[in-house]
């Protein structure tokens, strides 16, 4: 029994060594390679409509705005900063010429002391109207040249001897009305064009020593000595 199993292993071992040897002798199986799974897409983050950036605030206006008031133009920010003006001043800016009150006359832009109001004919307004004084100098210099005869009202207002109920005229009998006549005196009444009496050529002197963007203050401050030394004494720079 012993040699009969001994034999039987023997065997088992050769079959399964001829098997073995078989299977060697044929080429291998060569697997595909794996298909290359598709590239996804990069995926882009979701994203929302282009913010537009934020308006840029208006810088603040150095004088209250009273109600239905026109806001004060950036430009003449220093003029009103410099100078002494009436509490509650307001800016009118009108379309129409018959907006304007009967006291501007032909001027197209005024100040009235009753109601403290620069009034002034839009830019647009005035390009429609045919020969205007106005057009000669930039909406500035105009709105400077009314902020000075508010400043001569205050000059009014603030004098012991004379006070609110006293009218822009009344400018003359103040300190500076007085060193402004003294520094004019000998000069023609129109020594700056459109100047019109005292009153106008003060105010037409204090714009162009305020706003040096004017380009006038060499021609109607600088020409003439005294009024230079009345402006460098009288007038903020």
Known sequence: MAGLAAGILVLIAVVWLAAGSDASDGDEAVLPPPSPSPSAAPTRPPTGPTAS?????????????????????EAVFPVIEKLELPAAICLKLVDRLDALPQSCGDARACYTPPDRTVWKLTNAAEEQLPNSPLRSFTAEFVLAHELCHAHQHWQVIKEPALGPEFGLASWVGTPEGRAFAQATQGLPPNFIPLGGGILENFANVCAAWLLPTSGLQQQWVDAFPNVQRFARAWLPK
Not at 53 to 73: F, H, K, N, Y
């Open 53 to 73: 950036p934020s308006p840029t605030p208006e810088p603040a206006s150095p004088l209250p705005i009273p109600p239905g008031c026109s806001r004060w133009p």
